[in-house]
């Protein structure tokens, strides 16, 4: 099984193309900041703030990390790694 898909940052549509042999993935860049792992993320979502403090946000760069994606993104935000297993399993 593959875990690591194919990817395609979308500039001008501010989206990301997650491709699987079995599974295609395409998100705004704006959702994956909102869905961000990371431990500081996840505490703001567990107190019902938000996540991200401007309305439009962009991907900046992305590294492979081996089990995933280090994201970062144009409000500063670059702590969260994205399991591959974890961008596969979402349903959007």
Sequence with gaps: MQLKPNIHV???QHTVAFKWPDKDLFISHQQLREICPCGFCKAKRLRH??????????VTAMFDQGYGAQICF???HDQGIFPWVFLKNLDL
Excluded: I, L
């Design 10 to 12: 979308d500039v001008q």
């Design 49 to 58: 703030q938000a996540v991200v403090d401007a309305h439009t946000v962009q």
């Design 74 to 76: 144009s409000d500063g």
